[in-house]
């Protein structure tokens, strides 16, 4: 039985990212277990007696789960690309598992043979690959050592005639087309829901781009507007305080300017980083947890291990900035971890704390009670398709972990860019 398929994931794989899925996630590997499991019956026939050819038939046995295990371990073992680029070896398969079924079933009766109803079910087994050609041609690949094994046998079972097997022989037929057929029914909606998944990236990426955007005009006005007409009447206030001190009205006035300057630029700073669009990610972290260290007299420590831009970068940057803010906050923590990675299938953000740790109850009460927050951000990760988990740490302490996938089309800023090595900022 032949276990590539071209959809299982590899091409067009970015360059430098390794393909390595896990193998129960593909349909190769459900067929190589397909193969294995038919030991079990196999070992029944075996035990249940009256078998022509017994001794044949257990070394048979014996070569088929060999054969069986070490291809398992084969698929196992290979990323989806170096399984799907191995044609050479799924010819083999075939070749073997038909040959092997064909031994086991004229050791076992022939025509008359239980195990001859394997050639039923192994087209039914190909289906799992979505591609209808393949199917179709192992179809008549067990059509053909049906055959093959009615002539080697010469019709000449108890209960087989050569009616009987042109019966059978027509089933068999039967059954590996609608095989084919099911095959083209589930790429045709594997193909539907491709399209339909491509369509919600396409749009999800406006939408962030189009945020985005008007997160930096929001900040441009800010910082043009509102900020700069506050940093002029401080600068009134304090001539007006002049040499002789000032009453304790305008002194409050002043250190209540001051205080929504600094707000209004944090602000500003979260909307819209400069640092992010001109260095990426990795730089805009280090960044807004240097404020966090200043803001809530904190040590944190970096291991930033992603090139300077990802994909998705701003919506990792609001999720990084409101998990530092609710440390600062609510965490009374000393250390903080600021992790940043990239995982074979998706970009990984980990911000671990050392504080009082979070009330799981709490946190699910949340938006219900108006702390909508962390809600939000994990809503808009889920429709990236990403997760956001914030739990207890395993040594104490609260861990937020955002996971937000890329696809084949995304692209990473070139190695290096920005890439910040393990360090500290103090509070």
Request: charge should be negative.
């Amino acid at each position: 039985m032949s276990d590539e398929r071209g959809r299982d994931g590899a091409a067009g794989a970015p360059a430098g990212r390794p393909e390595q899925l896990p193998p129960w996630t593909l349909p190769s590997w459900y067929t190589a277990v397909a193969r294995l499991s038919l030991v079990i019956p196999l070992v029944i026939t075996l035990a249940a007696g009256s078998l022509p050819d017994p001794v044949t038939f257990l070394v048979l046995l014996v070569v088929y789960a060999g054969w069986s295990v070490l291809r398992a371990v084969w698929l196992r073992g290979r990323p989806v690309g170096a399984a799907i680029a191995a044609r050479g070896h799924t010819a083999v398969a075939v070749v073997a598992d038909l040959g092997l079924l064909v031994g086991l079933t004229l050791t076992s009766g022939g025509p008359d043979s239980p195990v001859r109803f394997a050639f039923f079910v192994w087209p039914v087994a190909t289906v799992l690959w979505r591609l209808p050609k393949a199917t179709g041609a192992v179809g008549a690949g067990c059509l053909a050592a049906y055959v093959t094994m009615l002539g080697a046998h010469g019709f000449g079972g108890t209960r087989a005639t050569e009616g009987d097997a042109a019966v059978e022989a027509s089933l068999l037929l039967w059954t590996a087309l609608v095989c084919v057929l099911i095959a083209a029914i589930l790429a045709l909606r594997e193909r539907q829901v491709g399209d339909l998944l491509a369509t919600r990236r396409a749009l999800l990426r406006d939408a962030l781009a189009a945020e985005t955007r008007e997160r930096s005009v929001l900040a441009d006005a800010l910082h043009d507007g509102p900020l700069q007409t506050l940093l002029a009447a401080g600068q009134d206030l304090a001539e007006a305080t002049g040499a002789d001190g000032a009453s304790p009205s305008v002194r409050r006035a002043d250190e209540s300017v001051h205080r929504t300057v600094r707000e209004l630029r944090e602000a500003v700073f979260a909307l819209h980083p400069q640092v992010l669009s001109a260095a990426g990610l990795g730089a805009a972290l280090r960044a807004a947890g240097e404020r966090a260290a200043h803001r809530g007299g904190l040590t944190v420590r970096y291991d930033l291990r992603v090139p300077g831009h990802v994909p998705g970068e701003q919506l990792l940057y609001s999720v990084a900035n409101e998990l530092l803010t609710n440390v600062v906050r609510h965490a009374r923590a000393a250390t903080v971890d600021l992790r940043l990675e990239a995982a074979p299938d998706a970009v990984l953000l980990t911000v671990a704390d050392d504080g009082v740790g979070i009330d799981l109850s709490a946190a699910r009460r949340g938006p219900a009670e108006g702390h909508v927050g962390l809600a939000g951000h994990r809503a808009r990760l889920e429709d990236a398709g990403g997760t956001l988990d914030v739990v207890p740490g395993p040594d104490g302490g609260t861990e937020g972990r955002a996971r937000l996938p890329f696809t084949p089309g995304d692209s990473f800023g070139a190695a290096g860019d920005g890439v910040t090595s393990d360090g500290a900022t103090p509070g």
